[in-house]
């Protein structure tokens, strides 16, 4: 009988600005691009600008979709470019599942968080992403938290992010085992600018941790 070959984890780069950033990622293989649509993000882009740095991205690419407790509105108007939508702030379960896209909800690692209650709470969520919690700041710290903190049998896909860089990604795969991982600020030049032998080295991380 053939024996199956582990999952391998998935890559999505977040905070995407530039066209050669998105060619570079795809190049590259990676999962998922993130693009930022909270205004007060350094890495934030315009309705306009998503409607043509997505239509750069092939298919079977995701494009996700940030947004930080925006209106409906505001939300609705990026879903023609958008096949995921990520929920960064307070958002309620009810709230995430109105669009009709497949979403996933970001969840800041505070001190008094229960996952496992967030597990039901968001059991519609596609995947729950775990990041550093700062108060005041919904995303992007660059900061890691303990990810000894994680259940290893969480009852919903993690997608891990939080200060990950080519320096720590092997740990963090080997230890959180995660679906997936999101990288923004450890694979920049500056905020919304990637760093392409960052990108290069960091997707080679990835798939080394997986191999071993």
């Given at each position: 009988?053939?024996?199956?070959?582990?999952?391998?984890?998935?890559?999505?780069?977040?905070g995407?600005?530039?066209?050669?950033?998105?060619?570079?990622?795809?190049?590259?293989?990676?999962?998922?691009?993130?693009?930022?649509?909270?205004?007060?993000?350094?890495r934030?882009?315009?309705?306009?600008?998503?409607?043509?740095?997505?239509?750069?991205?092939?298919?079977?690419?995701?494009r996700?979709?940030?947004?930080?407790?925006?209106?409906v509105?505001?939300?609705?108007?990026?879903?023609?470019?958008?096949?995921?939508?990520q929920f960064?702030?307070?958002?309620?379960p009810?709230?995430?599942a109105q669009?009709?896209?497949?979403?996933?909800?970001?969840?800041?690692?505070?001190?008094?968080?229960?996952?496992?209650?967030?597990?039901?709470?968001?059991?519609?969520?596609?995947?729950?992403?775990?990041?550093?919690?700062?108060?005041?700041?919904?995303?992007?710290?660059?900061?890691?938290?303990?990810?000894?903190?994680?259940?290893?049998?969480?009852?919903?896909?993690?997608?891990?992010?939080?200060?990950?860089?080519?320096?720590?990604?092997?740990?963090?795969?080997?230890?959180?085992?995660?679906?997936?991982?999101?990288?923004?600020?450890?694979?920049?030049?500056?905020?919304?600018?990637?760093?392409?032998?960052?990108?290069?080295?960091?997707?080679q991380?990835?798939?080394?941790?997986d191999?071993?």
């Amino acid at each position: 009988m053939k024996t199956l070959s582990p999952m391998r984890t998935r890559v999505k780069f977040c905070g995407l600005t530039r066209s050669d950033d998105i060619k570079r990622a795809v190049m590259l293989g990676a999962d998922a691009l993130g693009f930022v649509m909270w205004p007060k993000s350094a890495r934030s882009i315009t309705l306009e600008q998503l409607e043509t740095l997505s239509g750069e991205v092939p298919a079977f690419v995701t494009r996700v979709g940030l947004f930080v407790d925006q209106s409906v509105d505001v939300i609705q108007q990026c879903l023609p470019y958008l096949d995921m939508i990520q929920f960064h702030g307070d958002e309620s379960p009810a709230f995430c599942a109105q669009f009709g896209r497949p979403w996933i909800k970001a969840l800041r690692m505070r001190d008094d968080i229960d996952l496992s209650q967030a597990v039901v709470d968001y059991h519609q969520a596609q995947a729950l992403l775990l990041d550093a919690y700062r108060p005041g700041t919904p995303g992007g710290t660059g900061e890691v938290f303990d990810w000894s903190r994680i259940p290893a049998k969480l009852a919903k896909p993690v997608i891990l992010a939080g200060g990950l860089t080519v320096d720590n990604i092997a740990s963090a795969v080997h230890q959180v085992a995660p679906y997936a991982v999101d990288v923004s600020g450890g694979i920049e030049a500056a905020h919304g600018r990637k760093d392409v032998e960052k990108m290069t080295l960091f997707i080679q991380q990835v798939a080394l941790a997986d191999a071993r």
